[in-house]
């Protein structure tokens, strides 16, 4: 069993020999695919420009090239970007490079917190503002389907222009009573009140404080889960995305070298509205700025051409909680929609009721801009967008697809925008820095000098004060180190930083500590005039509880570390509970099945002075 486990452990740990490849990754936006010509047009490039590279892959319509150092890769970089048009992201990147074989049984090396490889530390600004106004959005949505669903009849709804609320006006008085007590009663975080004038027939809802407050919250709670589930479709190991005050998220992407492809996910503040296009009223009069006023002009996304829908949402992008991409019967892009069951039934009851209607897919993305307001927040232009446009053949439910992209790349965007939630309001970066390789490569060759350092002081005194018992411990404790590794490498969240190096240093004095208390136990029962067998067997029995007492609580706290810490101490916190795992089965597992097998065989005359 211990050579089984070293075994796997050695195999796991051994690709972070093999170190990593300067790469440049190249994949494509709206309209843009990345397919075998892609990167013969790349080939031809980078031949034209004697740049050697080790290799090209094409996988998950993305090209990796690998290159054997840092100049080659940054010359290639600008090459590519050149060679290729804009709508191509070029990406500079570092690629394990472990052999194949290695890779297919999954053993891949220790991922790196942004402290030991570098890459980028945004500060992103949540626009509150924004959050209000979709908040006052949903009201008037809300207060018309229950006031339709109750028949109360109101004139209009309209949101109240620089206050936090909406106003109703009613038809008559009775309405006016009837939707008062409807609105108070489904409403209780409202403020509900009549207008003062003797015949207005007018009702105001405005948000309480603690309304406000938990619009606020809930924006920038719901920001940071989304924004933590695009930093995953990215596929960056272990990224750091937590709050920042009021109103500021702070993402970390460690391993990220051009942020290009990261801004474009983090930044884009996209969702979807499904609406009924106009066919009762001309274009050309619309066109001609006759639009009524239930509808508006969008321009499709493909071609720029207008489209006449109405302005009355059916559902929104909120009720989405699943999209994929793929191919239709057609062989042509589209993405697969799964709706909640609200908003499942939302769709059926729209779709039954307006069968063989065209209905339109609407995109809108918030895209930041480089004005500021007054009060010092960045400002965004609201892009609106058709997808597409088509006809409801039957009654819809919680599954259904969007065609009419035009390629698969985009279907892959989308889908990942949409998948990953939308933003509920816009954000912005509004710092960044970045890490350098070189600073990271210091904090590692750091890191390593304190471990070698610690290693090798301990080495040392065991090997001196306990002879070849102490030759042992300093096996299991080389062997304890190459466990850690290995598991690192063996779990798909885990990260090495810098505080975790300190955690493999202080799993270091703790592992030996185990040794020397069984040792210890060894010399008593020696003294006392027990056999050397019998010294060895009461030594590991006896010293068991004390160890395992002593590990349990310590790893008691890593755990608690872990789960209300945050970046540097969750860190710390992994490599020391797994430490404590790993050197509990290498301390008394490993070092007593040596043990045995080198002293519990022989004869007591054979091992009449134990080297201890």
Do not use: C
């Amino acid at each position: 069993m211990v050579l089984m486990v070293l075994a796997i452990g050695f195999l796991y740990a051994a690709p972070n020999l093999y170190g990593e490849n300067p790469s440049v990754q190249i994949s494509g936006t709206r309209n843009a695919v990345v397919d075998v010509s892609t990167q013969d047009k790349i080939k031809a490039a980078l031949d034209e420009n004697s740049i050697s590279f080790l290799k090209m892959t094409l996988e998950d319509e993305r090209i990796l090239v690998r290159f054997t150092d840092t100049n080659d890769q940054l010359k290639a970089k600008d090459i590519i970007a050149n060679t290729l048009s804009d709508k191509y992201i070029t990406a500079l990147n570092l690629a394990p490079a472990q052999p194949e074989w290695l890779k297919n049984i999954g053993g891949n090396p220790m991922k790196l917190g942004l402290d030991l490889r570098g890459g980028v530390h945004f500060t992103m600004a949540v626009d509150m503002d924004a959050a209000i106004d979709a908040a006052k959005e949903g009201m008037v949505a809300d207060f018309k389907s229950d006031l339709l669903g109750e028949k109360i009849r109101y004139s209009s709804i309209k949101e109240i222009s620089g206050k936090q609320g909406v106003v109703v006006k009613f038809r008559n008085a009775e309405d006016l009573e009837n939707g008062r007590k409807l609105l108070k009663k489904n409403y209780r975080d409202l403020i509900v009140e009549e207008d003062g004038s003797t015949d207005a027939l007018d009702v105001t809802a405005v948000m309480t404080e603690q309304k406000l407050k938990e619009t606020k919250e809930y924006a920038l709670q719901q920001n940071i889960t989304i924004i933590r589930n695009r930093v995953n479709e990215i596929g960056v190991a272990e990224p750091l995305v937590q709050r920042q005050g009021a109103d500021r998220i702070v993402v970390q992407l460690p391993g990220i070298q051009d942020t290009a492809r990261a801004k474009q996910i983090l930044n884009a503040t996209a969702t979807l509205e499904f609406r009924l296009a106009d066919v009762k009223t001309d274009m050309r009069d619309a066109l001609n700025g006759r639009v009524p006023g239930s509808s508006e002009i969008i321009p499709r996304r493909d071609n720029g051409q207008p489209v006449l829908v109405k302005k009355r949402v059916m559902l929104r992008g909120d009720r989405i909680v699943g999209a994929s991409s793929s191919f239709d019967e057609n062989g042509r892009p589209q993405v697969n929609i799964k709706l909640d069951a609200k908003g499942g039934n939302i769709m059926s009851r729209f779709s039954k009721d307006n069968v063989g209607k065209p209905m339109a897919s609407v995109f809108i993305e918030y895209k930041p801009t480089t004005r500021v307001s007054k009060d010092g927040k960045p400002e965004f232009k609201k892009v609106v967008e058709i997808l597409n446009v088509a006809t409801i053949q039957t009654r819809l439910g919680r599954n259904f697809r969007i065609t009419g992209l035009d390629s698969p790349q985009e279907a892959h965007n989308l889908a990942l925008l949409l998948r990953s939630g939308a933003l509920i309001a816009p954000i912005q970066i509004v710092e960044e820095r970045t890490v350098g390789p070189s600073l990271g490569q210091e904090n590692i060759n750091k890191g390593v000098q304190a471990v070698v350092l610690g290693f090798a002081l301990v080495l040392l005194f065991m090997l001196v004060y306990y002879k070849k018992f102490g030759l042992v411990a300093n096996l299991a404790l080389a062997a304890n180190l190459v466990l850690i590794i290995g598991v690192m490498s063996m779990i798909p969240g885990a990260t090495l930083t810098l505080p975790g190096i300190a955690g493999i240093v202080l799993t270091v004095g703790m592992a030996v500590d185990a040794n020397v208390l069984i040792f210890e136990r060894i010399r008593e029962e020696i003294r006392d005039g027990r056999s050397p067998q019998q010294a060895i067997h009461h030594g590991y029995d006896s010293a068991f509880s004390t160890i395992a007492d002593a590990n349990i609580t310590t790893f008691i706290a890593a755990v608690i570390l872990f789960a209300v810490g945050t970046g540097p101490i969750k860190g710390f916190a992994v490599t020391l509970a797994i430490g404590i795992l790993t050197s509990m089965f290498t301390a008394i597992v490993g070092t007593r099945a040596v043990v045995n097998a080198v002293w519990g065989g022989k004869s007591v005359k054979e091992v009449e002075k134990l080297s201890i």
